[in-house]
T-cell receptor, first 113, second 113 residues
Framework: DAGVIQSPRHEVTEMGQEVTLRCKPI?????LFWYRQTMMRGLELLIY????????DSGMPEDRFSAKMPNASFSTLKIQPSEPRDSAVYFC???????????FGQGTRLTVV | DQQVKQNSPSLSVQEGRISILNCDYT??????FLWYKKYPAEGPTFLIS?????DKNEDGRFTVFLNKSAKHLSLHIVPSQPGDSAVYFC????????????FGGGTRVLVKP
């Protein structure tokens, strides 16, 4: 399996622009997670899905952030409008269920200028 | 409120010696703990885990110890190898929450040849 695939690997955008991050989980995994890594807050969970349904979005920082999972093989994290403080590395992860570890993608480094 | 803390941001050890990484947590609802390893420009990769019903789990050179009364766990790497140089994250999960993980801030390990 190719593992969790994220795109793009790097994104530089101007403040106020819309940004969309993409994730393809490992086939057969029914949990999908979006994490954000910053120097100040470390790795924090933004939202996670089970069987394409959002279960917990309490980590989503503001209404500017939204995430969707239209099918089992694709998810997006959108920021609109983006702000410089959104600059971070965003990771997507997937897993098969309770009691198993999550597998992470390589991350998307977002820079908002 | 940091529920999972890694108080040592960095650790330097000589090749062949033991590396000991520490992690403290505050939430007694955590029932499963994991260690992840992260190289630069890559996503975290799962290393080893332990259930709260155990106090030790071993996998090759890696051993995780759990002290529930102290709310403390540690990762021992012996012998340490230069390829172990990475950032190590401790993570914890509450039972029934799916695979929602709370991460510590990470410890950067440098193994000197």
């Amino acid at each position: 399996d190719a593992g969790v695939i994220q795109s793009p690997r790097h994104e530089v955008t101007e403040m106020g622009q819309e940004v969309t991050l993409r994730c393809k989980p490992i086939s057969g995994h029914d949990y999908l997670f979006w994490y954000r890594q910053t120097m100040m807050r470390g790795l924090e969970l933004l939202i996670y899905f089970n069987n394409n349904v959002p279960i917990d979005d309490s980590g989503m920082p503001e209404d500017r952030f939204s995430a969707k999972m239209p099918n089992a093989s694709f998810s997006t994290l959108k920021i609109q409008p983006s702000e410089p403080r959104d600059s971070a590395v965003y990771f997507c992860a997937s897993s098969t269920g309770v009691g198993t570890e999550a597998f992470f993608g390589q991350g998307t480094r977002l820079t908002v200028v | 409120d940091q529920q999972v803390k890694q108080n040592s941001p960095s650790l330097s050890v000589q090749e062949g010696r033991i590396s000991i990484l520490n992690c403290d947590y505050t939430n007694s609802m955590f029932d499963y703990f994991l260690w992840y390893k992260k190289y630069p420009a890559e996503g975290p990769t799962f290393l080893i885990s332990i259930s709260s019903i155990k106090d030790k789990n071993e996998d090759g050179r890696f051993t995780v110890f759990l002290n529930k009364s102290a709310k403390h766990l540690s990762l021992h790497i012996v012998p340490s190898q230069p390829g172990d140089s990475a950032v190590y994250f401790c993570a914890a999960r509450i039972g029934g929450s799916g695979n929602k993980l709370t991460f510590g801030g990470g410890t950067r390990v440098l193994v000197k040849p």
